[in-house]
């Protein structure tokens, strides 16, 4: 019913920018706030950074603070991450996450993406 499809990821050198998407479709009523999380080889998956959707409050965590930036098109469903400054520590499987109330429903469920790859190497 409801599909996050992300964009964006690839090889990119350390100093390097790469600009990720992810629109949401489907069934949705609404939206409260869309997200990406980052996932390492064998770590856990963490946050990276989260807006909400109304407001446009923003969180990031201490390791991007600076260098990344999220945003959000209301009227795409759509949120992007702008990575700018990239370090190899950076490089790990990107996902998107979306708290999504659909029509006929009462409250707001997670969805994830499918993850796209970010590799900075030189």
Same mark, same amino acid.
């Given at each position: 019913? #409801?599909?996050?499809?992300?964009?964006?990821? %690839?090889?990119?050198?350390?100093?390097? +920018?790469?600009?990720?998407?992810? *629109?949401? @479709?489907?069934?949705?009523?609404?939206?409260?706030?869309?997200?990406?999380?980052?996932?390492?080889?064998?770590?856990?998956?963490?946050? #990276?950074?989260?807006?909400?959707?109304?407001? %446009?409050?923003?969180?990031?965590?201490? +390791?991007?603070?600076?260098?990344? *930036?999220? @945003?959000?098109?209301?009227?795409?469903?759509?949120?992007?991450?702008?990575?700018?400054?990239?370090?190899?520590?950076?490089?790990?499987?990107?996902?998107?996450?979306?708290?999504?109330?659909?029509?006929?429903?009462?409250?707001?469920?997670?969805?994830?993406?499918?993850?796209?790859?970010?590799?900075?190497?030189?």
């Amino acid at each position: 019913q #409801v599909q996050l499809v992300e964009s964006g990821g %690839g090889l990119v050198k350390p100093g390097g +920018s790469l600009r990720l998407s992810c *629109t949401a @479709s489907g069934n949705i009523f609404s939206i409260n706030g869309m997200g990406w999380y980052r996932q390492g080889l064998g770590e856990q998956r963490d946050l #990276v950074a989260a807006i909400a959707f109304t407001i %446009g409050t923003t969180n990031y965590a201490d +390791s991007v603070k600076g260098r990344f *930036t999220i @945003s959000r098109d209301n009227a795409k469903n759509t949120v992007y991450l702008q990575m700018n400054s990239l370090k190899p520590e950076d490089t790990a499987v990107y996902y998107c996450n979306a708290g999504i109330r659909v029509v006929g429903g009462l409250l707001h469920t997670d969805y994830w993406g499918q993850g796209t790859q970010v590799t900075v190497s030189s």
